[in-house]
């Protein structure tokens, strides 16, 4: 699965934005990626929920929200009862993160736990079994156009390995430096769903950008 992510996208004209990757099937994005950030979390700032109850009225394309803010406990349930698909939060700023997924869970959308990349996986995997993804960063979460730091494909190769050994039932989500160069090696890590932004938005085509990275992810 690719979920370009609207964090590269020009905000001004962001319906036309996701219309250009919700085009025919191979081309199609899988999710729509929306960085929520509250420069206090991360220290830059995007959009909240209004501007995601927008952008739900005006795509089929499900919704992908990765809140990279503080107090999720308070917070993300509201992007669940807005009509997201997946809402995924940071388990470094969880303070009741299985209480979360409860709540996700209750008001429909999938629940999503995230983890930078100096968060080992291991103190988390009771916690994962509430959760239905797990979004491992490959960047530290704040920017775009940032480098991938392969380093934590190891996270990535373990959780693959917990899913289909039936210990954990969840997908694998990548975000952070994805390109047609990096594609390759998550996708050998065992990645399900690959986010990118400046590989899909900073492209001259960006559904021609979506088809090249699927085309390198299951040759
Ligand atoms: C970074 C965000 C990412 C960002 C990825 O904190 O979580 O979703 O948009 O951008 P690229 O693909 O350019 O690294
Ligand atoms: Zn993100």
């Given at each position: 699965m690719i979920a370009p992510s609207i964090l590269s996208a020009d905000f001004a004209r962001l319906a036309d934005e996701i219309s250009a990757v919700n085009g025919e099937p191979g081309k199609r994005a899988d999710w729509l990626h929306v960085d929520v950030m509250d420069a206090h979390f991360v220290p830059n700032l995007t959009l909240g929920l209004p501007v995601v109850e927008s952008i739900l009225k005006v795509t089929d394309i499900p919704i992908d929200c990765h809140l990279m803010i503080e107090d999720p406990d308070r917070w993300a349930v509201g992007y669940a009862e807005a009509g997201s698909h997946n809402v995924t939060v940071?388990?470094?700023?969880?303070?009741?993160?299985?209480?979360?997924?409860?709540?996700?869970?209750?008001?429909?959308?999938?629940?999503?736990?995230?983890?930078?990349?100096?968060?080992?996986?291991?103190?988390?995997?009771?916690?994962?079994?509430?959760?239905?993804?797990?979004?491992?960063?490959?960047?530290?979460?704040?920017?775009?156009?940032?480098?991938?730091?392969?380093?934590?494909?190891?996270?990535?190769?373990?959780?693959?390995?917990?899913?289909?050994?039936?210990?954990?039932?969840?997908?694998?989500?990548?975000?952070?430096?994805i390109n047609a160069d990096t594609i390759e090696q998550a996708a050998e890590a065992g990645v399900d769903c690959f986010v990118a932004g400046s590989a899909v938005y900073n492209a001259d085509d960006p559904a021609q950008a979506i088809e090249a990275l699927r085309a390198k992810a299951a040759p």
């Amino acid at each position: 699965m690719i979920a370009p992510s609207i964090l590269s996208a020009d905000f001004a004209r962001l319906a036309d934005e996701i219309s250009a990757v919700n085009g025919e099937p191979g081309k199609r994005a899988d999710w729509l990626h929306v960085d929520v950030m509250d420069a206090h979390f991360v220290p830059n700032l995007t959009l909240g929920l209004p501007v995601v109850e927008s952008i739900l009225k005006v795509t089929d394309i499900p919704i992908d929200c990765h809140l990279m803010i503080e107090d999720p406990d308070r917070w993300a349930v509201g992007y669940a009862e807005a009509g997201s698909h997946n809402v995924t939060v940071h388990v470094e700023a969880a303070k009741d993160p299985i209480a979360i997924a409860k709540d996700l869970r209750a008001a429909g959308a999938k629940a999503g736990l995230s983890i930078k990349p100096g968060t080992p996986l291991e103190p988390y995997l009771d916690v994962l079994k509430h959760y239905d993804t797990l979004l491992v960063m490959s960047v530290e979460p704040g920017f775009g156009g940032q480098k991938f730091m392969a380093d934590v494909l190891d996270k990535a190769r373990k959780a693959r390995e917990l899913v289909d050994t039936g210990h954990l039932k969840l997908l694998v989500e990548i975000d952070g430096g994805i390109n047609a160069d990096t594609i390759e090696q998550a996708a050998e890590a065992g990645v399900d769903c690959f986010v990118a932004g400046s590989a899909v938005y900073n492209a001259d085509d960006p559904a021609q950008a979506i088809e090249a990275l699927r085309a390198k992810a299951a040759p």
